[in-house]
């Protein structure tokens, strides 16, 4: 497919990974559909991105909510050829904490916003996606979502991230497999280490420090290097079923 003529469907749109993936829809000459709960910036991404871009408040949790921004984000673009799961969260917590044993409802919250979140927009995407015009090789759409390296090495604290991101990893073939008689390909993106608005609230120097564990290149991945990917993607049929690691070789330590 031409991601120039990409229809995009972006969870978490309004910064971060998501808000870069939609800037390279729309440089491309594609649209984007920004998915998110932050509206006030959700709605100064979208104006920043201009007329081919639309910003539609969004809970991921909200099955409904998430089947009317889907809805909306199609009449808007005509369709829907490309959905990218960002939105995502990182509650940290010991299994055994100074204060007990950690909490089940963090755990829980951040199952449902990562993991079943990421089940609802690809199911709902895939809806719409179905309806297209198949291209030469039967192809209708493209599911990308985002993972990350804890589904792999989750330091402590991480075991509801890491769960969350192992679910989304485990998910994506059966998904892909079951998908392909509609010419839908699933794939799934494990960052590293990325410049983020998490990141960006930590001291430089912690930034850096971080950024020198990696083996190659020694820094923080750029949102725009998970945008190109995506792109890479979309304009690669053969590319289905399959979990990218994009972390410069890191393999996260304990802690």
């Not at 921004?69 to 009449?75: L, P, T």
């Not at 969350?164 to 993106?189: D, H, Q, W, Y």
């Amino acid at each position: 497919m031409d991601f120039a003529s990409a229809k995009a469907v972006i969870s978490g749109g309004a910064s971060g990974l998501g808000l870069a993936t939609a800037r390279r829809v729309i440089d491309a000459g594609g649209y984007a559909a920004l998915l998110d709960v932050n509206e006030e910036q959700g709605v100064k991404s979208a104006e920043e991105l201009g007329e081919r871009a639309i910003f539609l408040k969004t809970d991921v949790t909200d099955e409904a909510g998430v089947k009317d921004s889907i809805k909306n984000a199609a009449e808007f673009m005509d369709g829907i050829t490309l959905a990218v799961n960002c939105a995502g969260v990182l509650l940290p917590a010991r299994v055994l904490g100074r204060e007990g044993p950690a909490p089940v409802d963090s755990f829980s919250k951040t199952i449902q916003i990562n993991l079943v979140g990421a089940f609802i927009v690809t199911k709902e995407a895939a809806a719409v996606m179905q309806l297209n015009e198949p291209n030469a090789d039967g192809e209708r759409g493209l599911v990308v979502s985002t993972a990350s390296v804890a589904a792999y090495e989750g330091q402590i604290g991480q075991a509801s991230y890491s769960a969350s991101k192992g679910g989304i990893i485990s998910m994506m073939l059966p998904i892909a497999r079951e998908l392909a008689r509609f010419g839908i390909r699933v794939n799934t993106i494990a960052p590293g280490i990325f410049m983020t608005p998490m990141m960006a609230g930590l001291p430089e120097e912690v930034r850096q420090s971080l950024g020198a564990q990696v083996p190659f290149p020694p820094r923080l991945g750029r949102p725009e290097e998970f945008a190109d990917l995506v792109a890479s993607i979309y304009g690669n049929a053969m590319i289905n079923g399959e979990t990218i690691r994009l972390d410069g070789a890191i393999r996260m330590q304990p802690k």
